[in-house]
């Protein structure tokens, strides 16, 4: 018999949608999924160790792991008006960040490297210290003052002003305006360990798990909302339009332009390894 296959993603509304009917067996003939939540920049560190079958990862922690696993050409997160927002207390311009602390969620994030990437063009001198602050807990310490700005992702665009705070630049919209690509955030990456026929396997099965969710939205509601960390339904609506679309589905040639332009603009600025040739060569 065939042991289940160890695979990490985050609780978030995109992941739990895209992944509901291959997770409960709803997905014929799939591979079996034995599921861990974790945050993704847990999962970033699980995927540097090696530690499961298969992950949903920050694209920019890709040269790091691509000699051990394959990208997969379906189930990540890409878009367009969907980037990480740099939050602040007062509005202001982009070079009052210049020596300031700035709280990220992960260094090893793709909202990072593409706040690093803006700062570099719009920032005079640069920003001062960095502090990687659990996601949930930057908007608040923004808020009060304990650092003075935030770059947020996910469902913080709808909810930033709850807390007070503006927004003082969007990486995406700085993302679009200068490579016209879409916005590459968490890809599903898979250990190359596994075959070639075990790949393309899950690769049909999470692209099947995500027609299936898009089909029937109402299937995964139950699945979502469980772990939707007490979301308002209507923003865990709004997670899921933005972050689950035709890329989710297959990447395509937009998609992987997207994600080689970052990582090669990364690279460029020293600020990732350069990518091999084929690294992102699915099998």
């Not at 799939?30 to 160790?49: K, Q």
């Not at 089909?215 to 899921?240: C, G, T, W």
Request: net charge negative.
């Amino acid at each position: 018999m065939t042991r289940p296959l160890n695979i990490a993603y985050s609780p978030c509304p995109n992941d739990t949608f895209v992944f509901d009917a291959l997770a409960h067996g709803r997905v014929p003939d799939a591979p079996e999924l034995a599921v861990t939540f974790a945050d993704i920049d847990l999962t970033n560190g699980m995927a540097e160790r090696g530690e499961f079958d298969v992950l949903k990862v920050s694209y920019a922690v890709l040269p790091w792991v691509l000699q051990d696993y394959a990208l997969l050409p379906c189930g990540g997160a890409l878009g367009r008006g969907c980037g990480p927002l740099v939050l602040t207390r007062e509005r202001g311009a982009a070079a009052d960040l210049a020596g300031k602390t700035v709280a990220v969620p992960s260094e090893r994030s793709t909202a990072y490297l593409l706040f690093r990437l803006w700062a570099a063009a719009e920032v005079p001198g640069g920003v001062g210290e960095i502090v990687v602050l659990p996601f949930h807990e930057i908007m608040p310490a923004v808020r009060d003052g304990k650092v003075d700005a935030g770059l947020v992702i996910h469902e913080a665009r709808f909810t930033y002003q709850n807390y007070g705070l503006s927004c003082l630049a969007d990486m995406g919209e700085h993302w679009e305006h200068t490579t016209g690509l879409p916005i590459p955030l968490g890809a599903i990456i898979a250990k190359r360990s596994l075959g070639e026929g075990t790949l393309r396997d899950l690769a049909a099965a999470v692209r099947s798990s995500v027609l299936m969710a898009w089909d029937d939205p109402a299937a995964s509601r139950p699945y979502v909302l469980e772990h939707a960390q007490e979301m308002d339904p209507k923003v865990a609506d709004q997670h899921i339009g933005l972050y689950v679309n035709e890329f989710t589905a297959d990447l395509g040639e937009d998609g992987y332009a997207a994600v080689r332009g970052l990582l090669t603009r990364a690279a460029a600025e020293g600020l990732v390894p350069p990518l091999g040739r084929d690294a992102l060569s699915f099998v």
